[in-house]
């Protein structure tokens, strides 16, 4: 079935909205029973990757160029992580840095969200260690104390870690309180529900499964519109002098 060309997926040079029905799966090195969407790359001109990885049952990721955020989305991984291992079930998530020794095999049919960036060091700084968890367990912080749109944040807040992920949940009309425009870019993956996203001069309908890259300084905002609360995954590089420095 065809739509006579017609997707809410469009690229500007400032922003990307990919819908599901514009996804390609391809193969990657050193996986074996794994598909991967990928969703930004240097291609694209992001300074990091972001990608879906479906799993068959007993699929396993391959070794990433640089460190790796995983954040699973269904089913059930088993990461190795040195001589230990985890199950990550959904909201399950790891953080692993550069050269970790570690394997990711499904349990059963699974997908998860890839976040990969090269590390940049600062200078006399401490190195990233490996970090694992689940969603779940994490506080949720009001945004600016607005208690209707709520944050987590996944990873550790400091110099060593040169990006953040986080969710974001809105409750039905919640909206952030200001356009953005900032350095960092994003890498958004819709989870629940849905509302209106505003990419530069472009205002989407988005709704779960969507994926968004916005470029530094790409304004942005977003409303959850509908009965159900809205949620997101969001990735930004973090804590790293615009420089390079
Ligand atoms: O962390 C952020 O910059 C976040 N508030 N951006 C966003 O939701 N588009
Ligand atoms: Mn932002």
New binding site residues.
């Given amino acids: 079935m065809h739509h006579l060309g017609a997707t809410r997926s469009s690229l500007k040079h400032d922003h990307l909205l990919q819908t599901p029905d514009t996804f390609v799966r391809i193969p990657l090195p050193g996986a074996t029973g794994v598909e991967f969407i990928v969703h930004a790359g240097p291609q694209l001109g992001a300074n990091f990757s972001q990608l879906t990885a479906e799993f068959s049952a007993g699929g396993t990721l391959g070794s990433a160029p640089g460190q790796r955020f995983i954040y699973v989305l269904a089913g059930e991984l088993d990461l190795m992580s040195g001589p230990n291992r985890h199950l990550l079930g959904p909201g399950g998530f790891a953080y692993l840095p550069a050269g970790a020794d570690y394997s990711v095999t499904a349990m059963s049919a699974a997908r998860a969200a890839l976040i990969e960036k090269i590390h940049e060091p600062i200078p006399g700084g401490l190195a990233p260690e490996a970090v694992i968890g689940n969603e779940s367990t994490i506080a949720e912080v009001p945004?600016m104390g607005d208690s209707s749109l709520r944050v987590r944040s996944l990873m550790p807040d400091s110099d060593a870690y040169d990006f953040a992920v986080?969710t974001?949940s809105y409750d039905p009309g919640a909206g952030?309180s200001m356009v953005?425009v900032?350095v960092?870019e994003?890498g958004?993956l819709m989870l629940e529900g849905g509302g209106i996203y505003r990419l530069g001069d472009s205002w989407y309908p988005v709704e779960a499964g969507d994926f968004i890259w916005?470029a530094p300084f790409c304004p942005?905002w977003?409303g959850a519109i509908g009965k159900k609360p809205a949620k997101y995954l969001?990735y930004?590089d973090w804590r790293r002098h615009p420089l390079g420095a």
Wanted: glycine share 0%; hydrophobic share 55%.
């Fill in positions: 945004l986080n974001m952030l953005e900032h960092m994003h958004l916005m942005q977003f969001i930004k």
